[in-house]
């Protein structure tokens, strides 16, 4: 069974950090390249950061450059997104996504974690 685990959202107020995993299993987590995409109430989904297969290399929407990390530790088949100086337009639900190098859509998503910036 393919799985794929969000976890660390909550409350925040504005300017404030948060920390999100997201925990793979059922598939050879090191054979793809993984990103987080948000949904804000009421709107599509928006991408927000992704990562290569071992790390080498990240890309990051403009919202969340300078911002936002994206990692990833393959030994433990999680990836992370750590955001800083967080404002309330960064309300949503954050999905992790697994892509197959070969293929140019993502195979695989998660159940979404909410992450609330207010005060």
């Known amino acids: 069974e393919v799985q794929l685990v969000e976890s660390g959202g909550g409350l925040v107020q504005p300017g404030g950090s948060l920390g999100l995993a997201c925990v793979g299993s059922?598939?050879?987590?090191?054979?793809?390249?993984m990103s987080w995409v948000r949904q804000a109430p009421g709107k599509g989904p928006e991408w927000v950061a992704a990562i290569t297969t071992r790390g080498g290399s990240t890309t990051y929407g403009d919202s969340a450059k300078g911002r936002f990390t994206i990692s990833r530790d393959n030994a433990k088949s999680t990836v992370y997104l750590q955001m800083n100086s967080l404002k309330p337009e960064d309300t949503a639900v954050y999905y992790c996504a697994a892509r197959e190098l070969s293929r140019p859509e993502y195979d695989y998503w998660g159940q979404g974690t909410q992450v609330t910036v207010s005060s």
């Open positions: 059922g598939f050879t987590f090191s054979n793809y390249a």
